[in-house]
């Protein structure tokens, strides 16, 4: 028995999202049959985030156990062959049999990119949110800023979670602008259930002038969810990097 | 009776190209569609440039008449409203009753995109032709600058034209590379059928090594399509402009 390690991208439009579904096409179920039809056996994939319906990947790690012949490093190739155009391994590899990627993560970083121009914004509908609306960038990156470090996230994250601890380190928060892009970068130990989604949706409200940055404070103070802006829709969401030690 | 021109952009992926045709969805059948439920009016839209299946537009330019008290400016929005988010109007404007798209344009642009990365062409795999192969990229620079300039260009037009002349005048043909981007531009007064996707192929195969760039003005001199290249695939084809007086 091997332990295998995928690094993957996926484009999200058409998934309900990673996880096994019943009756809903998903990330996971696709790299199964795959690795079904390859080896004939029952993989069960773990992954570092489990992302939701319509979000992308970049660089999601997952990990399975095979008895099958097949080198690590020719997992990649012979798992493309049988995927879908819209899910790639990047690469893979033999790894440690106790390696699970969600656990042995030290951090992981997911983008969510704003298209900001009515010019060929139709081609970004599923890759980003589009809005047009004005915002004040130097609000949202102060506010950004102040969720960096270990505090308790409570209030963005979604009702419905299972997460028993609320506590998470930020380690980076951070808005980039280029042309009619505008990428928010989140680096954490952690990330609660829409933790990025409901950041974003805040962002945005400190960016429409709905409250001031410091604002930030009594919101991550109050461990309400109500009191945090609303989700940002998921396409605009991407796993951008996983990192082990 | 008014006259109505439109500038739209459209994501050509789940499109059989912009012509009406029975049976396959198209741009200008869902354009049709959307003036009629508007003003209950059966227009018949011309266009600037027909595009293929799964070719796209940033810049499209049609035209329609109407009797309708939709103001000319008003137009876009009250389109939008009825079109699927892979076809957007930017811009709508009363015109003279003798407006035709194609006719008075006088020069127009097509873009063709090539993808030159491994990581993220999932998400490029309907926007650009994806390819990792090494090119020679100043022997294709040096190819298109034979192309310009007025020439038969039969060699570069698909059997099954209905064109009668091949003689065209190319104004700009050039490639512009950008981190994992190629973009090929050319300006020209009209367009063969295949003429831009031939181009590319002909430019790729100049890239690979297969013939130098010199060898473009045998090619050109023998107006026998099967001396020039593959026709490209269309995803990575964008009518970018066209220009008018």
Not at 81 to 98: G, H, N, Y
Request: charged fraction near 25%; proline fraction near 4%; include cysteine.
């Amino acid at each position: 028995m091997t332990r295998i390690k995928l690094l993957l991208e996926y484009d999200g439009r058409n998934y309900h999202g990673f996880q096994l579904q019943k009756n809903a096409n998903t990330v996971q179920a696709e790299l199964e049959k795959a690795i079904y039809r390859l080896s004939g056996e029952q993989a069960t994939l773990v992954c570092a985030g489990r992302t939701d319906a319509g979000v992308h990947a970049w660089g999601q790690v997952v990990a399975f156990d095979s008895c099958s012949t097949i080198p690590g490093d020719r997992w990649a190739y012979a798992l493309n062959s049988q995927l879908p155009e819209d899910i790639q391994v990047l690469e893979s590899q033999e790894t440690r049999a106790e390696f699970n990627p969600r656990f042995d993560a030290l951090k992981k970083c997911y983008g969510y990119l704003i298209y900001r121009q009515k010019k060929k914004a139709t081609f970004y509908r599923h890759y980003a949110l589009c809005s047009t609306e004005p915002l004040k960038l130097e609000a949202m990156q102060e506010a950004a800023g102040i969720l960096k470090g270990r505090q308790n996230f409570r209030s963005f994250c979604a009702s419905g979670s299972s997460a028993r601890t609320f506590e998470r380190e930020i380690f980076r928060c951070c808005l980039s602008e280029k042309g009619p892009y505008l990428l928010l970068r989140i680096e954490a130990d952690g990330f609660l259930y829409n933790m990025v989604r409901i950041i974003t949706g805040t962002l945005l409200e400190v960016g429409r002038g709905k409250y001031p940055p410091q604002h930030l404070r009594e919101i991550i103070a109050s461990q309400d969810r109500t009191r945090a802006g609303p989700t940002a829709p998921p396409q605009g969401l991407y796993l951008l990097q996983v990192f082990y030690p």
